[in-house]
């Protein structure tokens, strides 16, 4: 935002936020701009492009007591009984959490959710439940939470630009 604004002083700029679904329908009724949103499908609708920008893998958060914690290798389909604590499904990354449990073979069951990090982190944090977290939202990671790799061809999620279709698209957003 600091460089843009630098470099473009006499743009006003904001900042919201919103759904998937909402940035897609303001996208295509003009009413913004551009979206960083996560997970969108390639052509979410008429007039609405979305840009890949990087992939931002998501790591198994547990309490530090829980066995899994300490364990040399970690077994997403071993975990199927687990309680899970997650973002809603409509909200950016909803769908991380059942994509990963649905390669592992099972649905998981989800007793909490937050579209905060932060409390996500507090909940595993006093051993309420496993939850999948994303790299960008462990600063700082809680104290009692461990973080644990599900390897390099683990969950992730894919974060994106989303725009109006270049005929369309403001100066400011070109």
């Known amino acids: 935002i600091d460089t843009f604004r630098g470099r473009h002083p006499g743009v006003r700029l904001g900042v919201r936020q919103a759904s998937p679904h909402e940035s897609v329908a303001a996208l295509a009724a003009g009413r913004l701009d551009l979206a960083l949103t996560v997970d969108l499908e390639p052509r979410p609708a008429e007039g609405v492009e979305v840009v890949p920008l990087f992939d931002d893998p998501v790591r198994l958060a547990v ?14 389909p071993g975990l199927a009984q687990e309680t899970w604590i997650d973002v809603p499904r409509a909200t950016s990354g909803g769908k991380v959490l059942a994509r990963a449990c649905a390669v592992a073979g099972f649905e998981p069951w ?17 051993g309420l439940g496993l939850a999948l977290l ?11 939470v461990v973080l644990r790799s599900l390897g390099p061809d683990g969950p992730r999620r894919h974060v994106q630009a ?3 279709a270049a005929a369309f698209r403001s100066p400011a957003a070109s």
Not at 113 to 126: F, H, P, W
Not at 134 to 144: S, T
Request: net charge negative.
């Open 63 to 76: 309490h530090r007591d829980h066995p899994v914690a300490a364990a040399a290798v970690i077994d997403l």
């Open 110 to 126: 989800i007793a909490y959710e937050s579209d905060d990090y932060t409390v996500i982190q507090e909940l595993v944090g006093v």
């Open 134 to 144: 994303p790299d960008l939202a462990l600063c700082p990671p809680h104290p009692d």
């Open 162 to 164: 989303a725009t109006r």
